[in-house]
């Protein structure tokens, strides 16, 4: 257990999320080196350990408190159903927990799997799912490689994690149900020890900063003066627009936060309104 103030975050070691949790550790601020096979680094810069972990382990360490703070897919979290805080939803890994059958396997709803036979590696979150439903289908537990199940007639069909959908063309298997939409997690233990737990809200913080920080880019153009009031409204990111007057009287530079997702369709409109040598670079973090 952690007691000196010092605090342990437990990533992935080696899989899916561990490129994007490291890269999130860094532009926390946390400095440590990823050597091939390491298990444990310290961070040079604070007072934190980073350990990797396969990502079945890290819930419960957590819950025990061997680790402060763990990144693992909600998939997990919803499985295990360890007492822990989910503090943070981290918009990488994204995924779905889907029941999937044979394409011509002539199901078409939920309640034709009523007596069939489901093959997953997450058997609690299907139990869960399917009392709700009120389906009576008998699970079928398997560690990986379940989309081979039903060719193989130990199941009827499968439930598990589909990104692309490749696996299940693959196997011959189409969607009939998604069971959850699933994605990275931050979480941490529920009582962390008191001198800890500073060190972690000012992480989390850091962590809500770069999350929001993706959300927008900065946006840095010419216009008219005169078309200051047109371009305001397309401009709600932020509380308002910086304005600039140019030597060239008559013009002004906008300076602005603009939301990723709308960006193409607000920068056309800019356009159409006069803006000229539009520049926009990517920000890093964000603290309202
Ligand atoms: O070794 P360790 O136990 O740590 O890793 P792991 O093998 O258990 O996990 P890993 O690295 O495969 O996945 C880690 C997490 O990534 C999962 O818990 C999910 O939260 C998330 N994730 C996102 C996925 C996928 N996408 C995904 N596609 N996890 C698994 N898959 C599987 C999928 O089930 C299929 O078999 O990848 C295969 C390809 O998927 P398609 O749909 O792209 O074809
Ligand atoms: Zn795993």
């Given at each position: 257990m952690q007691s000196n103030g010092k605090i342990r975050i437990a990533i992935q070691k080696?899989?899916?999320?561990s490129e994007e949790s490291i890269s999130l550790l860094g532009q926390m601020g946390l400095r440590f080196e990823t050597y091939q096979d390491r298990l444990f680094a310290p961070c040079r810069n604070m007072p934190i350990d980073v350990l990797f972990l396969r990502d079945d382990d890290i819930p419960e360490y957590v819950r025990d408190g061997v680790a402060d703070l763990g990144i693992v897919g909600s998939n997990v979290l919803d499985e295990r159903m360890v007492r822990v805080e989910r503090l943070?939803?981290?918009?990488?890994g994204f995924c779905s927990l889907c029941l999937a059958v044979p394409e011509?396997?002539?199901?078409?709803?939920?309640?034709?799997?009523?007596g069939k036979r489901i093959a997953t590696s997450y058997p609690e979150t299907l139990r869960r799912f399917l009392l709700e439903r009120r389906v009576d289908s008998e699970i079928v537990v398997l560690g990986?490689?379940?989309?081979?199940a039903p060719a193989l007639k130990i199941a009827d069909a499968i439930c598990d994690l589909v990104s692309t959908g490749s696996a299940l063309r693959t196997h011959g298997l189409t969607i009939l149900e998604t069971v959850a939409r699933c994605q990275a997690v931050l979480f941490g233990r529920q009582d962390p020890p008191e001198e800890s737990r500073r060190l972690i809200q000012r992480l989390l913080l850091r962590a809500q900063a770069v999350q929001e920080a993706r959300k927008y880019r900065y946006v840095m153009f010419n216009a008219p003066a005169d078309a200051v009031d047109s371009m305001k409204n397309l401009l709600?990111?932020?509380k308002s627009p910086t304005i600039v007057p140019l030597a060239d009287p008559g013009f002004i530079a906008v300076h602005a936060m603009v939301i990723e997702e709308t960006f193409w369709e607000v920068v056309e409109k800019l356009r159409d309104c006069g803006a000229s040598d539009i520049l926009v670079a990517p920000v890093e973090k964000f603290m309202r």
């Open positions: 080696s899989g899916r999320l943070l939803p981290l918009d990488f011509r396997g002539g199901y078409e709803s939920l309640g034709d799997l009523d990986g490689c379940v989309e081979i709600p990111g932020c």
